[in-house]
């Protein structure tokens, strides 16, 4: 059976040949190898040319192919079935599908199969079948005939690099636009949401209230049931962990990337910076297990010596341990950019009779800032997006509270709690999580707005 994979191998397969068929009919267009330099190009750009020619045309078109052809396959399963069928709900038609490709994907492996089920599947796959051998043959005869028509042309004057540069810079151009619209839709998307959510709970609430349950009564009657959304004390959890975390990674990793860029030697530096990323590959489950298990009875303790009520899941333990976790990306970059500064900044500096502090203070520091602010925000992001500590050692109860003793959640803890298991998406209770993801886009835009404009003043008194 022809799958999509071996289509793509045959593609990538009829690619290089492609290429070398190009590089031997330029060489032959120049009369041998030692008259190469009769060509515009390099025999490897007319080599390219043929390649790029033979698989660009060909993705397309089996991107394009396998986009449309689960659609339409399904539709013709679909008015093979019997004529109730028709008559389903949307829903129901995908939950019937989704059993006809589970009954092919476990052919054999079941002893009691519904005989109309078992016919639609044998039609989906005979259909699909029926589609790869087309894809097949199609892509097949593009390919080659694109390979017959460049090679065609190919003489001494083509210019082949020109082309594939061409050619290269589109697809960089298409790369960065699905990029640019990859992230346009990802923000349509929750605002769409979030704007239904807004239909059923007023923005002024969900913003300044001080209360989060988002629990909505299914019954009119029902008890135990409250729905209050106000944002406030979810948020003032995510700031509170993020800034423990932040007052312990900053000042450690800046400190660590100073040092092992102008004070550290290289031996110690060798073996230091390697130690110190590897905090950055632990998982954060990990890490969560260490917040719970360790850091978190430690807390507790320490604050029963000294007569405090600690929780035993606190602010202060996630923020702690997220802050360790945190360390390498600060850290890393940091001494990036500290050791990208010009060796002439620092000669000048101690030229000038300062000392090795003073030229990190007046000198580096400054010339690295946008660096070290980079990695800075790097490491917020970093902070706000962390999930696993959050739920093993500060704990899923919403409390608007700034003692970092106290339990309370975070915003992507809550977005994680309230689309977990089987939600339908009309209710305020699941819109609720893309309403918090719209506010904390919104956040972290204007920590980034607030951070270009600090660089940019600081790079101007530098500059």
């Known amino acids: 059976m022809i799958t999509p994979g071996i289509i793509m191998i045959a593609l990538l397969l009829m690619a290089t040949t492609g290429y070398y068929l190009g590089v031997r009919r330029s060489v032959a267009a120049a009369g041998g190898r030692r008259l190469i330099r009769n060509l515009h190009s390099r025999p490897t750009y007319y080599g390219l040319l043929t390649a790029l020619w033979c698989g660009l045309p060909a993705v397309t078109v089996f991107s394009l192919w396998q986009?449309?052809?689960?659609?339409?396959?399904?539709?013709?399963?679909?008015?093979?079935?019997?004529?109730?069928?028709?008559?389903?709900?949307?829903?129901?038609?995908?939950?019937?599908?989704?059993?006809?490709?589970?009954?092919?994907?476990?052919?054999?492996?079941?002893?009691?199969?519904?005989?109309?089920?078992?016919?639609?599947?044998?039609?989906?796959?005979?259909?699909?079948?029926?589609?790869?051998?087309?894809l097949f043959v199609t892509i097949m005869a593009l390919s080659m005939s694109a390979l017959v028509v460049v090679r065609s042309r190919i003489n001494k004057g083509l210019r082949a690099r020109n082309h594939v540069e061409g050619i290269v810079k589109g697809l960089l151009a298409v790369c960065s636009t699905i990029a640019v619209f990859t992230t346009i839709g990802i923000v349509i998307s929750v605002l769409y949401e979030s704007l239904r959510f807004f239909q059923a709970v007023p923005v002024t609430e969900f913003l300044f209230g001080l209360k989060w349950s988002p629990q909505m009564a299914i019954r009119s009657d029902q008890v135990g049931s409250s729905g209050a959304?106000?944002?406030?004390?979810?948020?003032?959890?995510?700031?509170?962990?993020?800034?423990?975390?932040?007052?312990?990674?900053?000042?450690?990793?800046?400190?660590?990337?100073?040092?092992?860029?102008?004070?550290?030697?290289?031996?110690?530096?060798?073996?230091?910076?390697?130690?110190?990323?590897?905090?950055?590959?632990?998982?954060?489950?990990?890490?969560?297990?260490?917040?719970?298990?360790?850091?978190?009875?430690?807390?507790?303790?320490?604050?029963?010596?000294?007569?405090?009520?600690?929780?035993?899941?606190?602010?202060?333990?996630?923020?702690?341990?997220?802050?360790?976790?945190?360390?390498?990306?600060?850290?890393?970059?940091?001494?990036?950019?500290?050791?990208?500064?010009?060796?002439?900044?620092?000669?000048?500096?101690?030229?000038?009779?300062?000392?090795?502090?003073?030229?990190?203070?007046?000198?580096?520091?400054?010339?690295?800032?946008?660096?070290?602010?980079?990695?800075?925000?790097?490491?917020?992001?970093?902070?706000?997006?962390?999930?696993?500590?959050?739920?093993?050692?500060?704990?899923?109860?919403?409390?608007?509270?700034?003692?970092?003793f106290k339990t309370v959640t975070t915003v992507t803890v809550q977005i994680v709690t309230l689309l977990v298991g089987d939600q339908e998406f009309d209710s305020p209770k699941t819109l609720a999580a893309f309403a918090l993801g719209l506010l904390l886009f919104v956040v972290t835009l204007v920590l980034n707005v607030i951070a270009l404009y600090v660089v940019r003043r600081y790079r101007e008194q530098y500059e």
């Not at 519904?114 to 259909?127: G, I, N, S, V």
């Not at 004070?263 to 073996?271: H, Q």
């Not at 969560?288 to 405090?308: E, H, K, N, Q, Y």
């Not at 500064?341 to 690295?368: F, I, N």
């Open 229 to 404: 959304f106000g944002a406030v004390p979810v948020f003032a959890g995510t700031l509170l962990i993020s800034g423990i975390a932040m007052c312990v990674s900053v000042p450690i990793g800046l400190m660590a990337a100073i040092y092992l860029s102008e004070y550290a030697g290289k031996t110690f530096r060798a073996i230091a910076k390697p130690l110190m990323e590897i905090l950055a590959g632990v998982p954060t489950v990990v890490y969560g297990f260490f917040a719970a298990l360790v850091v978190a009875p430690v807390i507790r303790s320490l604050g029963v010596t000294l007569g405090l009520d600690v929780a035993s899941e606190s602010a202060l333990a996630a923020g702690l341990v997220m802050g360790i976790m945190i360390i390498p990306f600060v850290s890393s970059l940091s001494d990036d950019m500290i050791n990208a500064v010009p060796q002439s900044l620092r000669d000048g500096a101690y030229s000038l009779g300062a000392t090795r502090s003073e030229t990190v203070k007046h000198v580096l520091l400054p010339a690295a800032l946008p660096g070290i602010v980079g990695g800075v925000l790097l490491a917020v992001s970093r902070a706000i997006g962390e999930t696993m500590i959050v739920v093993m050692a500060a704990g899923l109860t919403a409390n608007l509270t700034l003692n970092p």
């Open 67 to 134: 986009f449309f052809d689960t659609q339409v396959v399904a539709h013709l399963v679909i008015s093979q079935l019997p004529a109730e069928i028709e008559n389903l709900e949307p829903s129901h038609i995908s939950l019937l599908l989704n059993d006809i490709r589970n009954v092919i994907a476990r052919q054999g492996s079941l002893e009691r199969i519904d005989p109309a089920l078992q016919a639609a599947a044998e039609h989906y796959l005979h259909l699909q079948r029926i589609s790869n051998t087309a």
